[in-house]
């Protein structure tokens, strides 16, 4: 996910210094939000940077590895300093510059704001950049036209402005913020957080995020919905700030796989048609499924556990799975469909995965893999070899690799595991049906991206190459195509496939050529983790998913 620190409050109390970029750096951000002013403003030199000594504060971003994506704007006039701010945004590469309502929140005053935030928006558009508005606590309160002053400033800037939307803010002043978020979904570009917790005299006093009555959840959920950049505002935090920005960074992230409030759909694609099926709404999280060609029957995990799902009578049943009662999305078949392998991680292990074997009916499962975690994902055409996504300790730190391992006989200790991926972070991999290769997902070129390789590792091919990343490649069982995931470039990091988010799903020929978008749709971690063609290879099963909000 894209984290930024707002630096309004991380200069006015640390200062705006080599330092403080490095503990900003530091605390895990990658981005940062800026302000700006075209001339300077007294009182406010280390705080609100004039354009004139930005460039001493850029090369530190550059140094640390922080980026600017969006910085917020102090002019006194924008009409006058339009060609300045323009030129600044060009040079810095600028995509948003974030403004405030007026002071004045009559309907004058705003009509007037909207000429000039309309005239800014057009000249910013000439250079990729946007224009959006912050709202703070005054700008919620007033209404006009039944709208809080904020939405009808946005309302009259005829679409051309955006909005960036101070969640606690709005919370201070009586809004429902998730509501006023999803009401405003087209326009809302980025997501800011504070947080307020009524205190003795029953006001509101400023706390650290997560601390106070804002529901940040849902706040973070919509965002991750809408692949936002979501902004934390220090400025009155309590303690050290920098403390304050490591709980935003550590507990956002943690964030990343929640899946409140969802329901998912069990449904079929038609490769050749794009026509989808709906087989069935399920009132809970519903993962991977995969198709059991001999019975008609969809397999998938959910709460834990592995169910099974027929496709003609719609009937649902658990598959016994003994200890194995913390499984996650992958799980994959064997060539026979006699058994089922699946990654259960224990509770209270904290990250772990092991990989284990069961009857495909149930029955008490056989430990394959003792290291973790391992994330399965293939099983070869000759049912002797797992091949698996395993998170392992090297001389350089942890590195996520592909691994396969033999499958032992029943009594038999676990033989040693290979590895056969080195660079990037390394996923997916998935047997073609000849048995000659292993698919998988790399980030070793940068984005994510579909690779293929000699069922040793020898003889690795890039796939897929385009401006997106790209996930879970599963071949066809004809063995002619192949099938993956695809989320957008700027909305997530490389290595992070999360949930609820808008994603893809394309098809490519085995060679890689001949390459299309399939279906645009609401899902991702969950949707497509495992192979779920079916026998004739014309359909794919899949998951969708709808995020229930206010």
């Given at each position: 996910m894209r984290f930024s620190a707002m630096l309004f409050g991380v200069f006015s109390k640390k200062g705006c210094s080599e330092d403080t970029v490095q503990q900003i750096s530091g605390a895990g951000f990658k981005l940062a939000e800026p302000c700006v002013s075209v001339e300077a403003i007294e009182g406010f030199d280390n705080v609100i940077i004039p354009m004139e000594r930005y460039g001493e504060l850029s090369a530190l971003f550059d140094k640390y590895g922080i980026g600017v994506y969006s910085c917020h704007l102090f002019s006194s006039d924008i009409m006058a300093d339009m060609d300045k701010i323009v030129s600044f945004g060009k040079k810095y590469g600028i995509k948003q510059y974030v403004v405030k309502s007026p002071k004045e929140l009559t309907k004058e005053a705003l009509q007037a704001a909207a000429f000039e935030y309309r005239a800014l928006?057009?000249?910013?558009?000439?250079?990729?950049?946007?224009?959006?508005?912050?709202?703070?606590?005054?700008?919620?309160?007033?209404?006009?036209?039944?709208?809080?002053?904020?939405?009808?400033?946005?309302?009259?800037?005829?679409?051309?402005?955006?909005?960036q939307v101070d969640a606690g803010w709005a919370m201070h002043a009586g809004e429902n913020p998730v509501s006023l978020l999803w009401r405003n979904k087209e326009l809302v570009k980025s997501v800011h957080y504070k947080d307020f917790k009524k205190d003795s005299a029953g006001g509101l006093k400023e706390?650290?995020?997560?601390?106070?009555?804002?529901?940040?959840?849902?706040?973070?959920?919509?965002?991750?919905?809408?692949?936002?950049?979501?902004?934390?505002?220090?400025?009155?935090?309590?303690?050290?700030?920098?403390?304050?920005?490591?709980?935003?960074?550590?507990?956002?992230?943690?964030?990343?796989?929640?899946?409140?409030?969802?329901?998912?759909?069990?449904?079929?694609?038609d490769t050749v048609t794009g026509k989808v099926k709906v087989l069935h709404k399920f009132d809970k999280v519903i993962e991977a499924p995969n198709w059991v060609k001999s019975t008609d029957t969809l397999i998938f995990n959910s709460e834990g556990k592995i169910w099974s799902y027929k496709i003609d009578s719609g009937e649902t049943k658990e598959i016994p799975s003994g200890e194995c009662d913390n499984c996650n999305n992958d799980h994959v078949l064997s060539p026979d469909e006699k058994y089922i392998a699946v990654s259960h991680g224990a509770k209270g292990e904290g990250f772990t995965s092991r990989i284990y074997i069961l009857p495909i009916e149930g029955g008490e499962p056989r430990l394959i893999t003792p290291n973790t975690p391992s994330f399965l994902h293939g099983w070869s055409p000759d049912g002797k070899e797992l091949a698996y996504c395993a998170f392992r300790m090297?001389?350089?730190?942890?590195?996520?690799?592909?691994?396969?391992?033999?499958?032992?006989?029943?009594?038999?200790?676990?033989?040693?595991?290979?590895?056969?991926?080195?660079?990037?972070?390394?996923?997916?991999?998935?047997?073609?049906?000849?048995?000659?290769?292993?698919?998988?997902?790399?980030?070793?070129?940068?984005?994510?991206q579909v690779w293929r390789m000699n069922r040793d590792g020898s003889d690795l091919t890039q796939m897929t190459d385009n401006e997106r990343?790209?996930?879970?490649?599963?071949?066809?069982?004809?063995?002619?195509?192949?099938?993956?995931?695809?989320?957008?470039?700027?909305?997530?990091?490389?290595?992070?496939?999360?949930?609820?988010m808008n994603v893809e799903l394309w098809l490519m020929d085995y060679d890689g050529n001949n390459k299309k978008k399939l279906l645009s749709f609401f899902g991702g971690q969950g949707s497509i983790n495992v192979n779920s063609w079916s026998e004739d290879s014309r359909y794919v099963a899949f998951v969708s998913y709808e995020l229930m909000h206010q």
């Open positions: 928006a057009e000249r910013l558009e000439e250079i990729g950049c946007e224009l959006l508005i912050h709202n703070e606590d005054d700008d919620i309160k007033t209404k006009i036209n039944g709208l809080s002053a904020y939405e009808y400033l946005l309302e009259i800037c005829l679409g051309k402005v955006y909005a706390v650290r995020i997560g601390n106070g009555e804002l529901d940040i959840v849902s706040v973070f959920q919509f965002a991750r919905a809408n692949g936002l950049i979501q902004i934390a505002d220090q400025d009155s935090s309590d303690g050290d700030i920098m403390d304050d920005l490591k709980h935003f960074r550590e507990s956002f992230s943690y964030l990343s796989q929640c899946r409140d409030d969802s329901v998912s759909y069990l449904n079929i694609l090297q001389e350089d730190g942890i590195q996520v690799d592909i691994h396969t391992i033999e499958i032992p006989e029943e009594g038999d200790d676990a033989p040693a595991e290979k590895r056969i991926t080195m660079g990037g972070f390394n996923d997916g991999p998935e047997y073609s049906p000849d048995g000659k290769h292993i698919w998988m997902n790399s980030t070793r070129s940068g984005l994510m990343n790209n996930w879970f490649p599963h071949v066809s069982p004809d063995g002619e195509r192949v099938i993956y995931l695809s989320y957008a470039k700027d909305e997530l990091d490389p290595n992070e496939h999360l949930p609820n």
